[in-house]
């Protein structure tokens, strides 16, 4: 999404967030090097020894903080070290953790990320959730990698909040159990290695708000973690979708995951003999899988994709009809509203007014 890109290049452009963030590092690090009667460049020295940094919520979030976004890029924060000896380094634990759940998306690019001594490469358009339990590193491997991080106190996550969540149980579960238990294990959910348009909508509308910087942004940044988490919610169900007792009778091809994606991604804007044609499958055994896979029609499962992204679209931004028309592949509203009316029988501004 052209926009999204677009605000995180502004954001590295205007440096006083990285700013602050220093002087807020900085600051928690000479009250610590003092409590340890250490000078600021040996405390500094021996938490590079150290084999697993424990960053605190006071180093990261301004008093008023709980949520906080940034782009993060290799000039970011102007720390510029050898890729190669930062994956080493990695690769051999030294890593860190930190007492506030984090989450990245990758926006352009790719970069290396490293958990329990493994490597892995996550993708443009993956998005990552790391619990307060998490051991972990990650590293950019060129100028052109920019990702959107998203880091937030684990007192958000109150009793409200997570009674929100209770529909939700994949993230109920992540976010109750961390904050309940201090040994729980790690985790990190990952999702996805293709761009979605939901996700980056959301982020979009996160990002800008938080930019803002007005009376309420920290309250509405705070109300946009539930679609965005109910829109994650949505793509692991797909993610995991497995065939049924009968569709084991046809062996499944591996593409079957990346043409579910492709019909949540491109939903109305995909024919079946398309799909057929891309992923080399026959036109009646496609249809005929992904029924049997998950127990709806292609036509069933594009529509309920197509209004899933429109209600989305209607409640999630401030974005007229005309241009959700647009967004959503029609020439015109009227046959936008009047898809949309077939469907749920309202039109799209009476939805968004009703909710």
Same mark, same amino acid.
């Given at each position: 999404m052209e926009m999204l890109e677009s605000l995180a290049k502004l954001m590295l452009q205007a440096p006083v967030r990285y700013q602050q963030a220093a002087e +807020?590092?900085?600051?928690?690090?000479t009250k610590k090097a003092a409590e340890a009667g250490l000078s600021l460049e040996r405390? %500094?020295?021996?938490? %590079?020894?150290?084999?697993?940094?424990?960053? #605190?919520?006071?180093? #990261? @979030?301004?008093?008023?903080?709980?949520?906080?976004? @940034?782009?993060?890029? &290799?000039?970011? =924060?102007?720390?510029? =070290?050898? &890729?190669?000896?930062m994956r080493n380094r990695a690769k051999s634990g030294y890593l860190h953790d930190h007492d506030f759940f984090e989450l990245f998306y990758v926006l352009k690019g790719y970069c290396y990320q490293y958990i329990d001594g493994r490597e892995d490469i996550i993708q443009e358009g993956s998005i990552c959730l790391m619990n307060l339990q998490a051991v972990h590193e990650r590293v950019i491997p060129d100028k052109d990698t920019i990702l959107l991080t998203v880091c937030i106190r684990s007192s958000v996550f109150d009793a409200p909040f997570l009674n929100m969540l209770r529909e939700i149980p994949m993230f109920w579960n992540f976010f109750a159990s961390s904050i309940g238990r201090k040994d729980h294990p790690g985790s990190c959910i990952h999702l996805q290695d293709t761009p979605n348009r939901e996700l980056e909508i959301i982020l979009y509308q996160m990002l800008r708000t938080y930019l803002m910087e007005d009376e309420i942004s920290h309250t509405v940044v705070k109300c946009y973690l539930v679609p965005l988490l109910t829109e994650m919610a949505r793509i692991r169900h797909i993610e995991e979708l497995e065939p049924t007792s009968v569709a084991m009778i046809f062996p499944r091809n591996p593409s079957l995951d990346a043409v579910l994606r492709t019909i949540r991604d491109k939903c109305g804007m995909v024919t079946l003999q398309e799909l057929a044609d891309e992923y080399h499958f026959s036109l009646n055994y496609l249809s005929r899988l992904i029924r049997e896979t998950t127990g709806k029609t292609f036509k069933e499962l594009s529509s309920d994709y197509w209004i899933e992204r429109a209600?989305?679209?209607l409640l999630c931004t401030s974005l007229g009809i005309e241009k959700i028309a647009e967004l959503m592949? =029609?020439?015109?509203?009227?046959? @936008?509203? +009047? +898809?949309f009316k077939s469907l749920i029988s309202i039109s799209p501004a009476q939805y968004r007014q009703n909710n």
């Open positions: +807020r590092s900085l600051e928690y690090d405390y %500094r020295m021996n938490l %590079r020894q150290e084999k697993i940094r424990h960053m #605190v919520q006071d180093c #990261v @979030f301004g008093e008023n903080d709980d949520i906080i976004l @940034f782009a993060d890029c &290799v000039d970011a =924060f102007n720390l510029h =070290f050898d &890729v190669e000896s209600k989305s679209l592949g =029609f020439s015109s509203r009227a046959n @936008f509203e +009047r +898809r």
